[in-house]
């Protein structure tokens, strides 16, 4: 089947008049059939390792039935093959937008050590083994392919340090931001510098200059949601300023990202483990975002960790 003929294939032009579409793609053994499954689970009719070719039949085939479920989730990668993937996958992709207002592409991946690691672990095949026996090679072959469909993704998201509940919360908040509403959701993160930066990020605030209350020994096992630390920061200048100051920075920069169309966006405050600064910071910042009128929806990452 060529482009032209996909073009004019019947009721092409109505497919999307009720549905969202969420096509997940990504590397092999990143996590996409989990993350396929997360989707199902929000009430999405799913179909994974679907040809590139059969993607607008089964769209249309979907759409003329009776179905009373107007989300559809769809899993393509280089298992059905490398050659078409290439060609095909980024026309694909386009022509679904253009057609409809709704569609939205999830992009998995994972460092090469860490996925190197899942194939031995799991002992399966990669999809490029008979191409490329060496499985570092198979893998890297696969990045080249993929990187146009990459550079098309709405979302990407790294699961090398996620484990299988995180990822499926986190498709979890992705799909449920675009489901409830067409306004942007916001991800505010609390962090430890001690287990590394959050990958996914947009926007990181180091905020270790600020006083750490976990030398003061009344306070050291207490964390940033209790008032007692919220009570000892407040008493800073240092603090009352910068909480101010990016208080302002996020009023005049939410309503530019919005305008550009944003729809999802992460920003993660660090201090060194984790526990006191960071989640004090990050609850403060909630507030603004509630108040602001904005989806979103606050984590303390290590909160539940030791340390400074």
């Keep these: 089947m060529d482009e032209n003929n996909w073009a004019s294939e019947p009721h092409a032009g109505d497919i999307m008049d009720r549905s969202f579409i969420v096509i997940v793609t990504g590397l092999s053994g990143s996590g996409k059939s989990t993350a396929l499954k997360a989707i199902e689970d929000e009430g999405f009719f799913c179909m ?51 057609m409809a207002a709704d569609v939205h592409l999830i992009f998995l991946e994972a460092s090469k050590e860490n996925l190197l690691n899942r194939f031995k672990e799991t002992r399966r095949r990669h999809p490029l083994s008979e191409i490329y026996p060496n499985l570092m090679d198979a893998i890297e072959a696969e990045m ?33 931001a675009k489901d409830k509403s067409r306004d942007m959701y916001i991800e505010i993160r609390s962090f430890g510098f001690k287990k590394g930066i959050p990958v996914d990020a947009d926007i990181v605030m180091d905020v270790r200059f600020l006083p750490n209350p976990y030398f003061v020994e009344a306070l050291k096992d207490k964390t940033g949601s209790d008032e007692q630390v919220k009570e000892y920061l407040s008493q800073y200048e240092s603090y009352q300023e910068f909480i101010g100051r990016f208080k302002d920075l996020i009023r005049s920069i939410l309503p530019l990202y919005k305008k550009e169309g944003r729809s999802y966006l992460n920003i993660a405050f660090g201090c060194t483990g984790g526990r006191h600064r960071s989640v004090a910071v990050a609850e403060e910042v909630m507030k603004l ?11 303390h990452r290590d909160i539940g960790s030791g340390g400074r």
């Design 48 to 98: 994974d390792n679907i040809p590139v070719d059969l993607i607008m039949k089964f769209i249309e085939v979907y759409d003329s039935a009776s179905f009373d479920i107007p989300k559809v989730g769809i899993g393509i990668d280089v298992r059905a093959g490398a050659e078409s993937f290439t060609k095909k996958a980024p026309w694909m992709v386009s022509l679904l937008r253009n």
């Design 289 to 299: 975002i509630e108040e602001a009128g904005y989806n979103g929806k606050l984590v």
């Design 144 to 176: 080249k392919i993929i990187a146009p469909v990459r550079d098309m993704a709405d979302y990407i998201i790294n699961t090398s340090e996620m484990n299988v509940h995180e990822l499926q919360a986190k498709m979890k908040s992705i799909i449920t």
